[in-house]
């Protein structure tokens, strides 16, 4: 590879003393210069490093694993921004996805605001979720809110929102302030809304009101009714609904909660 660098090039100051720097090859990218040592033992420079994380992230991945042969720590992402020297910039993007990729890989399972250390949430009741990275680096118990992202305020548990301002379900909100819509398959006088969270995993589907009713969601990949909410199997299983007519059913009113996506 071309070792010429250019005016973003990011190098480790020669002076920090908290980087283990070494003389050694760097291990992702075979290039001669001025590399340290991961936690796991691997070397890298910020520019590789950054660029390996990238392609996790890019792959769906919302964790940062070595992938060296025989090597599958993983990094945390305090180590990665350290010795990736990620920018403001950087840290925004790589976060942002991070917890895409977590979403739909697992939704019980967001990131912590403190540490950025993956967190799965105990009850699907209680928006209080400690983090135990977070309480055993402060000496205290530090929780946050699953619904805001951000530390948490007041009494727990609660199921409906923190003290923190505008601390609010967003999705619930959409679904609860989105347009109707008037889909020609589904019956009723009245508009459809046109914001559904999928029934089988929750995912928000908007309905431009062009073309069918029955819609696949591209999270959990299961096909429903935009009108009467019934997947197309319980549609087949009861035959009480006209699968590629006119919906027979009366369209289901607003949705009031996400159905949270029961994994076998």
Known sequence: KSSMMNSKTKRYNLSDSTIRLVEEEDQFDCEWLVSARMSCGHVVTPMSLTKWCQQLLKQGKSRFVCGQSGCNAEWPYQEVCKMALLTPEERKN???????NAAVGDPNTKFCPGCMTPVTRGSSSNLYVCCQVCSAKTGRSFGFCWQCLREWKGQQPRSDRCENDDCHNSALKTLRECPEVKIKTVNGVK?????????TCGSLIQHTGIGCKNISCPRCKMSFCFGCLKTISECRTTGTHNVYGVCSIDIVPRQTSIPVWQRK
Request: proline share 12%; charged share 10%.
């Open 94 to 100: 790589f976060e942002t996805t991070m917890a895409l």
């Open 191 to 199: 508009g459809c809304p046109s914001v559904r969270a999928c029934p």
